[in-house]
């Protein structure tokens, strides 16, 4: 979706280079693709990022907020998945590229390390043949041998080969995110960008121990077919090749993806985008979630009920670098909600009072200091509403036929394969409940340890009687998000 037919041909070549926070504009040299000449004018990632983004693009005086994202958000949107599309085309193609050759050498030295068998005729048993040194050896042996001594320091080769066009993935995530909104790279999350780079490189890799056990076995079932020496080596090297192609273009894309959404995760978490959606995701894939290889990408970091992270919507920008895609993932992530503009001076803080519209509760709280509003809401917690909460626990427990556990536990009540957070409210106008994140990381690491399933029970005391809702998942609920139940005893049938 180009603006014009000869942009996207300059798009689509633009030079991977690498990170420098100092240098925002630094020129990335073209190179031309096979169909068509190259510019002999450099394009600089400024001119690049507002050339994709389109004409209807705009950055607002200061960078986006809420305001600005309601009222000229889709521009953004379009922009953000039409240059990571494009710089992730880029990067992907110089990994694959890497990926096929790195893997065709693999067997090439493999087959190497074989050599042809002179003997001829079909593989026989083990101890058949007699060695260099009169040890017995056969097929099998052959190539086990060349594959274990081949496979040593493979992955660190592989790691080295492609860490310049990591590096460059993450550094432009970064730089061109911060682009698009408006902000300036900053030298001190150089060091995150480093972190985050060796974090991708650690977890990539072109022969794994199971593709090294899918080479054992696939030279076993050659012996036990009769196969040459000579034959061997050849399909061997045919297969791995085959492999090698396609293979690359699952490496490229994977490693891409990755390295465009660490740079930019971190982009938007400093320019004040409040949660993320993941678009264009095309893949059949996504209606795979069932089935149990593909758990791994499921989403549920923030309490909400576990879903596909293809094309997930409104994900916390504190959780994005906990999202997972399967290998074929084609999406983007890009901003859905941004923090509002500054009010009297003050930086908008989500932890602040307001009503249930997000707004001031007064005007005067515009003018305050942060510390004058908590004092002015700050409501303090007496031993009496403390009695009442904590009389609610062991209903819970009672009711669903559980355990209550210390007070320093992760959670309130266990119940075989079950975490149930229990919250009270004894009173206070805003209808909701509130976690914070060093709790709710508490939580899932319980979960985690455990192998167990969380679940939030909320009491509401505010009208005298209590009444009783109930959520899969832990995190910041609000009521109306939750199910009512009619009392304690319904419970019960939500843990059978």
């Not at 992270?309 to 074929?328: G, M, Q, S, Y």
């Not at 209550?404 to 805003?430: A, F, Y």
């Amino acid at each position: 979706e180009f603006p014009r037919r000869h942009a996207g041909a300059r798009h689509d070549r633009v030079q991977a280079e690498p990170f420098h926070p100092d240098q925002p504009d630094a020129e990335e040299r073209p190179t031309p693709p096979i169909t068509a000449k190259a510019s002999p004018i450099p394009m600089n990632a400024r001119k690049f990022v507002m050339l994709a983004a389109g004409r209807e693009f705009r950055i607002p005086n200061g960078g986006w907020s809420s305001e600005d994202f309601k009222a000229n958000g889709v521009p953004l949107i379009k922009a953000f998945n039409r240059v990571a599309s494009i710089v992730r085309a880029k990067i992907g193609s110089a990994i694959a590229q890497k990926t096929r050759t790195h893997i065709a050498s693999f067997a090439d030295r493999v087959c190497a390390a074989v050599g042809d068998w002179k003997t001829g005729g079909k593989a026989k048993p083990a101890g058949a043949y007699g060695g260099p040194s009169g040890e017995a050896s056969n097929l099998k042996v052959e190539f086990d041998r060349a594959i274990n001594e081949v496979y040593m320091g493979i992955s660190k080769e592989f790691r080295d080969l492609i860490e310049k066009d990591v590096r460059s993935g993450v550094g432009q995530g970064y730089s061109k995110s911060n682009l698009l909104l408006g902000k300036k790279d900053r030298k001190k999350d150089l060091k995150k960008l480093d972190k985050k780079a060796k974090r991708i490189l650690k977890a990539s890799d072109t022969v794994t121990e199971t593709t090294k056990n899918e080479m054992h076995a696939f030279v076993e079932k050659m012996q036990d077919e009769g196969y040459t020496k000579k034959e061997a080596v050849s399909i061997f090297r045919q297969k791995m090749h085959e492999r090698a192609q396609r293979r690359s273009l699952l490496s490229g894309r994977c490693v891409s993806t990755r390295c465009w959404h660490d740079g930019s995760f971190l982009a938007m978490a400093k320019a004040g985008v409040r949660s993320v959606d993941v678009i264009g995701c095309m893949s059949r894939e996504q209606d795979r979630w069932e089935q149990p290889s593909f758990q791994p990408y499921m989403f549920d970091a923030d309490g909400r009920e576990p879903e596909g992270t293809c094309n997930i919507k409104r994900v916390p920008i504190e959780f994005a670098d906990e999202l997972e895609w399967h290998p074929n993932h084609t999406g983007t992530a890009v901003p859905s909600s941004f923090r509002r503009k500054e009010i009297g001076g003050k930086a908008y803080d989500p932890r602040e009072p307001r009503n249930d519209q997000g707004e001031w509760t007064s005007a005067s709280n515009a003018t305050l200091t942060r510390q004058e509003r908590a004092k002015l809401h700050h409501k303090p917690a007496t031993l009496e509403k403390q009695r009442i909460a904590e009389a609610q626990e062991p209903k819970v427990a009672k009711a669903v036929s559980g355990t209550q556990t210390d007070d320093n536990d992760p959670v309130d009540v266990i119940k075989s394969g079950h975490g149930i957070e229990v919250k009270s409210i004894v009173e206070g106008k805003n209808p909701k409940i509130t976690m914070h994140p060093e709790s709710l990381a508490r939580k899932k690491k319980f979960a985690r340890k455990n192998k167990a399933k969380l679940h939030t029970v909320v009491i509401d005391m505010r009208e005298g009687k209590p009444v009783v809702y109930y959520r899969k998942g832990v995190g910041s609920f609000r009521l109306t998000s939750m199910e009512k139940l009619v009392s304690f005893a319904e419970l019960k049938g939500k843990f059978e």
